[in-house]
């Protein structure tokens, strides 16, 4: 007998740590959802990714300006040796040569530091465009995050009306073994019962899927878990003063300005196909002959400067001028476009967030008067003093309240952070917490 308990002692030891996925699942604070968000995001790396071209770009951009040195070598075998009528060696057996040359070419409009100086906007506005993903990427992850914490909402209010009803059918059944109700009272207890049980199952699917979605977002490997964290909360300032902020701080308007900005340049940077180029070289070689011609140099230096100026070239030069006038704007228009639409974004992010203070101010009272009501009617319903009715009208009341109290209350929170990124504030502050 000793050897059976020690047994199922053994195997109970054994199944403890297996439990539903859901109980292994690592739990995630908002801000610890930033962080591996940001960290594991594959949108985030082909950002960072477009910053390193962009550096790479200003490196070739340098390289132009730097002269080029090249070394170079070769051999030679003739046919034969060849001599003038007068005995004069004119061709020899074999000979080689080798050197080393430096080359430099330049515009004289300057178009080459025109071009150095559009590379620096290049990576300014890639990096810039760097901080906009993140930005996207933190309210994804809220969003994501938030649906948890709903679903999970879900759940429990799931549970608690399945724990209502199951004492609610427990009740009319009493009563029915009393006398005091008829069997329509247990029928329609039961009836309500079932569907608190499928409510229930659908609220834990919600739970599974929207875990999944968070691992997702996240980068890992699911499921996870929330954990619930403090909101953010306080007055809610005037749409001129966010506005005011938006367009100081947003990191894809800062992006648009330094567009415009490269793309002006770029004007003047076709332009500069009008200008003529230089182009100046320097060599050093040195030569062998087996046997050596009569003008034979076995070593010379020489420095050569040239003047290239383009008359005609099919229209080409004037097609690049006007495509990029036609570019700076575009750029300008972009521009222009999105301050017209960070505007409404700001003014609709703070209605938003001020609708959303007021309903929840109103689900919460309505929260309260449905859950005493619910505490009153099943209390009358013991007592004889109200029908059955009367208690499932209180316990969907309750439910409704309690759901709307949940989405209200997440969706208060969701405003919040979506008017900190219409005014970017919120990369910095998750960059500041971190």
């Given at each position: 007998?000793r050897?059976i308990v020690?047994a199922?002692?053994?195997l109970t ?8 996925l859901s109980?292994l699942?690592?739990?995630?604070s908002l801000d610890?959802?930033?962080r591996?968000?940001?960290r594991n ?12 071209i962009?550096e790479t ?8 300006l ?9 051999q ?11 005995g004069t060696?004119?061709?020899?057996d074999?000979g ?5 040359r430096?080359?430099?070419a330049?515009?004289?409009?300057g178009?080459?530091?025109t071009a150095?100086?559009i590379?620096g906007d290049?990576i300014?506005?890639?990096r810039?465009?760097?901080?906009a ?5 933190l309210?994804q992850t ?6 948890v914490?709903?679903a ?9 009306n399945l724990?209502r ?5 427990h ?12 069997k ?5 207890a039961?009836?309500e ?11 834990e699917?919600?739970?599974n899927l ?5 691992a997702?977002?996240?980068?890992v490997k699911?499921p ?5 964290s403090?909101?953010?909360?306080g007055?809610?300032p005037p ?11 947003r990191?894809?308007?800062r992006?648009?300005e ?6 002006d340049k770029?004007v003047?940077?076709a332009?500069?196909?009008y200008?003529p180029?230089?182009?100046v070289?320097g060599v050093?070689q040195?030569?062998?002959q087996?046997p050596a011609?009569?003008?034979?140099l076995n070593?010379n230096?020489y ?5 290239t100026f383009?008359?005609?070239?099919g ?5 690049e001028?006007k495509?990029a006038m036609?570019r ?7 521009l222009?476009?999105?301050?017209k639409t960070?505007g ?5 992010a703070r209605?938003?967030l001020v609708?959303?203070?007021g309903?929840?101010k109103?689900q919460?009272?309505q929260?309260?008067?449905?859950r ?10 013991e007592?004889g003093?109200a029908?059955s009715?009367d ?6 009341l309750?439910?409704t309240?309690?759901q709307?109290?949940a989405?209200?209350?997440?969706n ?9 990124r219409?005014?970017?504030?919120l990369?910095?502050s ?5």
């Amino acid at each position: 007998m000793r050897r059976i308990v020690l047994a199922c002692m053994l195997l109970t030891a054994f199944l403890l740590p297996v439990g539903p996925l859901s109980a292994l699942a690592d739990d995630y604070s908002l801000d610890e959802a930033f962080r591996t968000a940001l960290r594991n995001s594959e949108k985030i790396r082909l950002s960072e990714e477009n910053v390193v071209i962009a550096e790479t770009t200003r490196q070739k951009a340098w390289a132009v300006l730097i002269p080029k040195l090249t070394a170079y070598g070769g051999q030679t075998w003739y046919s034969g040796k060849k001599t003038t009528s007068t005995g004069t060696l004119i061709q020899p057996d074999e000979g080689n040569s080798w050197g080393v040359r430096a080359d430099q070419a330049f515009s004289l409009s300057g178009r080459e530091f025109t071009a150095l100086s559009i590379s620096g906007d290049n990576i300014d506005k890639s990096r810039k465009d760097l901080d906009a993903a993140r930005d996207e990427m933190l309210l994804q992850t809220a969003y994501a995050y938030f649906d948890v914490l709903k679903a999970g909402k879900s759940l429990e209010i799931a549970d608690a009306n399945l724990e209502r009803l199951a004492k609610y059918r427990h009740l009319a059944e009493r009563r029915l073994r009393l006398g005091e109700v008829t069997k329509t009272a247990l029928l329609r207890a039961e009836g309500e019962l079932s569907g608190a049980r499928a409510d229930r199952i659908r609220a834990e699917n919600g739970v599974n899927l929207t875990r999944a979605v968070l691992a997702r977002v996240l980068g890992v490997k699911g499921p996870v878990g929330v954990k619930e964290s403090a909101g953010k909360s306080g007055e809610i300032p005037p749409v001129d003063d966010l506005l005011r902020k938006a367009l100081e701080q947003r990191p894809d308007l800062r992006a648009l300005e330094i567009q415009k900005a490269a793309a002006d340049k770029q004007v003047w940077f076709a332009r500069g196909g009008y200008w003529p180029s230089v182009a100046v070289s320097g060599v050093y070689q040195k030569n062998y002959q087996d046997p050596a011609t009569a003008s034979f140099l076995n070593e010379n230096a020489y420095a050569t400067v040239s003047l290239t100026f383009p008359f005609f070239e099919g229209g080409l030069r004037v097609a690049e001028v006007k495509e990029a006038m036609a570019r700076s704007r575009q750029a300008e228009l972009a521009l222009d476009d999105f301050k017209k639409t960070l505007g409404v974004e700001v003014e609709g992010a703070r209605l938003e967030l001020v609708t959303q203070k007021g309903v929840l101010k109103f689900q919460q009272d309505q929260a309260a008067f449905a859950r005493d009501n619910f505490q009153a009617v099943s209390r009358q319903f013991e007592f004889g003093l109200a029908s059955s009715l009367d208690v499932i009208d209180a316990n969907t009341l309750l439910v409704t309240s309690e759901q709307k109290l949940a989405e209200a209350s997440i969706n208060y929170q969701v405003s919040w952070l979506r008017m900190m990124r219409v005014t970017g504030d919120l990369l910095p502050s998750v960059i500041a917490k971190q």
